[in-house]
């Protein structure tokens, strides 16, 4: 039984730069000069009263960062309109967050005690507030739990998948204000994970603002004028439109993010205002986040690079690609901006994805045997693309976890990726495809020329640019590539449906698992892994859509999956991620084509705290949001 005590939280805690109040003396607060005028009118309490008793005190020093000062806006872009949900995924306030070296500690929690992976006893903030100042209390998780997750009308299918442990839901209990405990018969050992992830849960919701539109809390009539008002068919209906903690286009809706969203409407630029109730401060008593505003513009995806080059953007990662990289760097000094290379920590920057379930018969024979599948993948001249496309800076290997994981093999990464003609017309052969047309391609079973359709999302040209390469050395093996850019919604659409035969697109976005990380999207348990949708819409749906996994390797990965999750010690799970990834790399669901490719990350002169060197990822990370921009800072 493993027990997470004070003294393990203070150790991960004091790693990130983070201190405990009770452990260290909570420094003044200072009071922030754009909320001055409210305070001095009245119309907003002191800080001192905005913060919560214990709040997060960061130590910038012992993480060799600069203290900052309050102000400024702070300009960055997004491509669509739904991607200020963005301001969410950077601001990165979560229950429990990864620290820079990917430990989970407490953040918007005080601390938390973990019991076997089977009880979790969350403790809060005494004094924590919402953005409108409401107090965040464990009534929120019991509204949420209670009212919304379990509410057939809001959530149809119950309480979120994560929660389900062989079958069974959690017993939630709220002992006192700041006390919340869930605890289940068998372990959860996916828990904390899923609530440090780049799109949290969210196992709690501002009762306060929301029981105005729960049926539970109002007047029939009242909420029924409410409905109409809205031109929605139900309450429901209303409750869920407003309930929108991560799309984050509610403006009324109250959050504990660093900045709160302070447009409505779909507007060419939003901006985001600093929250005068977030629970973090630096230790010289200057509430989080430094800056002010967060101005968010929506462009065009082909401008962004260019918009960027004129200087701007404070801060861009998002919609820049490595080909952009010598532009950037030529306009440093006009556009008072550096230009610096992250890391990528996707598992492959370029997979393709043959589509094992694939409507087709014959295609999906063809694509279900592995010669072929290794074929492919031999016949990629990986260096060339690196070469060509990233100037020999990123890594070419198949899809596998990368160094930074404790569960790297050389072996796996390295498993069918050399360049071998010889030995991929040999498997072709060996698969039975030893026909040819006039043209060499190979023939399929019934006749038809081996032209193999990849449909990708159109949206970076470096795949469109690998997969013309793939297409010289594909021929060769006697393979005609098809390539059809898509918009990357009907794309992933056509991929469920079955209607794909192959499409392109990253890899796993947590190439950087560790101990404590679910292997489940190493199974078939999700659509959105390319590979097998009606697999994973299968497990998603409880078998009422979708094919069950009929491949005897797909079924393993499903059955050590489980493993994982009933497994009582480090020991246990780590050999189930090894057996895994050794089937991964064995059976090539995806073909990865490099990975490590450098990310530009264009930061303004003027915004410090930034680092220099960094790893820009989805899992585990929220891209900027591990690197904590609620401490970014600027000068003028």
């Not at 130590?59 to 600069?66: C, I, M, T, V, Y």
């Not at 968010?296 to 861009?316: F, S, W």
């Not at 599948?373 to 596998?400: C, E, H, V, W």
């Amino acid at each position: 039984m493993f027990k997470t005590t004070r003294p393990l939280i203070l150790a991960a805690t004091l790693a990130f730069g983070w201190t405990l109040p009770a452990l260290a003396d909570v420094p003044v607060p200072q009071e922030s000069s754009f909320w001055s005028a409210e305070v001095n009118a009245g119309d907003l309490p002191p800080v001192s009263e905005r913060l919560p008793k214990d709040p997060l005190v960061v130590d910038l020093a012992a993480k060799g960062r600069e203290f900052g000062t309050p102000g400024g806006t702070m300009r960055t872009m997004v491509t669509r309109s739904k991607d200020i949900r963005q301001m969410v995924v950077y601001g990165y306030a979560r229950l429990v967050g990864f620290d820079e070296n990917y430990n989970i500690v407490p953040d918007i929690l005080a601390s938390f005690d973990n019991d076997g992976n089977r009880k979790f006893t969350l403790h809060l903030r005494e004094g924590h507030k919402w953005s409108d100042g409401s107090p965040f209390t464990s009534e929120d998780f019991r509204y949420w739990w209670e009212d919304v997750a379990n509410n057939e009308l809001l959530s149809p299918s119950g309480p979120p998948d994560f929660l389900i442990v062989e079958g069974k839901a959690p017993t939630v209990s709220f002992p006192d204000e700041t006390t919340v405990i869930y605890e289940w018969d068998d372990p959860n050992p996916d828990f904390l994970q899923t609530l440090a992830q780049a799109r949290p849960p969210f196992i709690y919701r501002p009762s306060a603002f929301l029981k105005q539109y729960h049926e539970n809390y109002v007047d029939p009539e009242d909420l029924a004028a409410q409905v109409d008002d809205a031109r929605v068919k139900s309450w429901a209906a209303l409750h869920n439109k407003l309930d929108n903690l991560y799309k984050f286009d509610n403006h009324k809706l109250p959050t504990l993010q660093p900045w709160l969203n302070a447009s409505s409407g779909k507007k060419i630029r939003h901006n985001f205002v600093r929250n005068p109730y977030y629970h973090r401060i630096d230790s010289k008593g200057v509430q989080l986040p430094y800056i002010d505003v967060v101005e968010m513009e929506i462009v065009a995806p082909g401008l962004v690079a260019a918009k960027t080059n004129a200087g701007e953007t404070d801060l861009q990662g998002r919609g820049l690609a490595f080909r952009d990289a010598s532009i950037l760097k030529k306009g440093e000094a006009v556009g008072n901006y550096k230009t610096l290379l992250w890391k990528t920590g996707v598992a492959s920057q370029i997979a393709i994805y043959p589509n094992l379930n694939y409507a087709d018969e014959v295609w999906r024979d063809v694509l279900r045997d592995v010669r072929v599948r290794r074929a492919l993948s031999l016949g990629i001249d990986r260096k060339t693309i690196n070469q060509a496309l990233y100037f020999k800076l990123a890594k070419p290997g198949a899809m596998s976890v990368l160094p930074a994981s404790p569960f790297y093999s050389e072996d796996n990464a390295q498993a069918w990726a050399q360049y071998d003609i010889d030995m991929a017309n040999a498997l072709l052969d060996e698969a039975g495809l030893d026909q040819r047309d006039g043209s060499g391609i190979r023939l399929l079973p019934d006749g038809r020329p081996m032209e193999l359709i990849i449909e990708t999302a159109g949206e970076r040209q470096e795949v469109e640019n690998a997969l013309q390469i793939v297409t010289d050395t594909w021929r060769e093996i006697g393979v005609d590539l098809v390539m059809r850019p898509l918009d990357r919604d009907i794309l992933r659409n056509r991929v469920f449906a079955g209607n794909t035969m192959a499409s392109v697109w990253f890899g796993w976005d947590d190439g950087l698992p560790q101990v404590h990380t679910s292997p489940a999207y190493l199974a078939p348990t999700d659509q959105v892994f390319l590979a097998w949708p009606k697999w994973g819409q299968y497990y998603q749906t409880g078998g009422e859509v979708g094919e069950a996994p009929d491949m005897p390797e797909a079924e393993r990965l499903m059955t050590l999956a489980h493993d994982w999750e009933i497994a009582t010690t480090d020991e246990q799970r780590a050999a189930v991620w090894t057996e895994m990834l050794e089937i991964h790399a064995d059976q090539l669901y995806a073909i990865g084509i490099l990975n490590g490719a450098p990310q530009p990350i264009v930061v303004s002169n003027r915004l410090h705290n930034v680092p220099e060197q960094a790893m820009w990822a989805w899992e585990p990370g929220a891209h900027f949001g591990v690197h904590r921009p609620d401490e970014f800072f600027l000068v003028d």
